[in-house]
């Protein structure tokens, strides 16, 4: 089975875990701190709190907003759950906004009339979470400014996204957003086999996020609450986590950080591949924004009888996949009042999708096979 997506791990990411594996600190040692130096260098953005997965990742952006059961939090309708889930995690109510069935990134259109609309009765979200599908950034300007209008704090879900470009600056570095989140699962642009990285502009979230990220406890003598006994002494400020990152993680991540930009020019070739030689297929691409470049995390094709053809790719030895199932159909959500026929675009998006594997190592000849499999399983 060619799989839709798999890590590169070279002889120098496997030495920089070695490595801290022979040294005095397992966790909490320099690893992590020059890893996020690292992801904010590469950035372009002043503070990097790495941490344990994606999730705990979004899970910390959320808690930082001190969102709570009278909050609401928007989020894209194409995703995976955990760009919901973590807004649930603080009691908040979830609401969706559709996306554009060309891209499955959150349709601007739908987003100001949905804005308007909650602005008359006064029920406007505390936060959205805008998801950039597939690695191509969303409308970021556009939603930026929409949210600084209403007071809506904006999260970038970019699990999918680090490498991607959004006019000629970075995902991640926080120009219309409040925070960026990325994942570092194995499938993920980078990895640390488990782990996540939240990236802000704010100096304050900054400081909230490392201290929710351990326990609520800090030893800053700059920033207790009561006066120090001695050096002993710490303070458990609010109710936090243990969402860290190991040393032997973020020296992984470090050493892959270093070959992100390469396997960026290897998916994007890829991706050029693909577009070329399904050109003569029934088929259609996600369709990309000229002012900026995504990260080709997926290649995400629309196809008509999306579920026999892609039983027929499975069938064929290709692990194909399907992202996403719009979240408001997740029978979690729907048990809380959601219902996808409120989401035409997300609708229309998710009966088409199937991604087709991509990633870095993938050969042409790997690629023609796909390409191969996809024309049989059209034609029947
Ligand atoms: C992978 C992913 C997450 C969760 O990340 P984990 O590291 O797996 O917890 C969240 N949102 C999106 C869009 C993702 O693709």
Known sequence: MIPYGRQSISDADIEAVVAVLKSDYLTQGQAVPAFEQGLADYCQVPYVVACSNG?????????????SAADRVWVSAVSFVASAN??????????FVDVDPATGNLDVVALNNKLQQAALVHALPKALIAVHLAGQPCDLKEIGTLCRQYGIALIEDACHALGAHYQGTPIGSCLHSDMTV???????PITTAEGGAITTRNQALAAKLRLYRSHGITRDPQALLMPSPGEWYYEQQLLGF????????AALGLSQLSRLDQFITQRRELARRYDELLTALPVQPLQQHSDRQSGYHLYVIEVAERDQVFARLRAAG??????????????????????LAAYPGAHSYYQGAISLP?????????????????DQAICG
């Open 182 to 188: 990325f994942s570092f699962h194995p499938v993920k």
């Open 318 to 339: 290709i692990g194909v996949n399907v992202h996403y199932i719009p979240i408001p159909a997740q029978p979690y959500y729907r048990e809380l009042g959601h219902d």
């Open 358 to 374: 991509l990633f870095p190592t993938l050969s042409h000849t790997e690629q023609q096979q796909v390409v191969h499999a996809l």
């Open 242 to 249: 243990n969402y860290r990152l190991t040393d032997l993680q």
């Open 86 to 95: 973590c807004a649930r995690y603080c009691n908040a109510e979830v609401d």
């Open 55 to 67: 999730t705990t990742a979004l899970h910390l952006a959320c808690a930082v907003l001190d969102l």
